[in-house]
């Protein structure tokens, strides 16, 4: 996505708004890349039924930590990746749903008083 230099005019507030859900869109779609990862992840390595995979994958996923206890090594190995995973994911969602609302601080603090609407 492209952003507006500093020296154009800021965007309405409308065509702002527009941009912001466009961009929780895609942390939306994100996060729900990063669950079904993890379910289809706990499905397979940790033979759990596919309720029992979603459970343990959003609640990795939000940091709230397992439900089930992982048994053998494969398990365990998915379990701390996706452990990982899920905390890189979460600083990601949060930059791109963030950035627009920091760009228009920052542009507006640095926009020159003739390009303000």
């Known amino acids: 996505m492209i ?51 979603f459970l343990n994958a959003s609640m990795i996923l939000t940091g709230m930590g397992p439900v089930d206890r992982m048994e053998t090594t494969p398990a365990k190995l998915f379990s701390a990746f996706y452990a990982l995973f899920s905390g890189l994911m979460f600083v990601a969602v ?15 603090v640095h926009l020159d008083k003739g390009g303000m609407n």
């Open 94 to 108: 949060t930059g791109v749903v963030l950035t627009p609302w920091v760009h228009r601080l920052l542009h507006w």
């Open 3 to 53: 952003y507006e230099h500093r020296s154009h005019r800021l965007r309405t507030w409308p065509e702002f708004l527009g941009r912001a859900a466009r961009h929780l869109l895609w942390g939306l779609g994100i996060v729900l890349a990063a669950v079904g990862i993890g379910t289809v992840g706990y499905h397979v390595a940790g033979g759990l039924g596919w309720l029992d995979a």
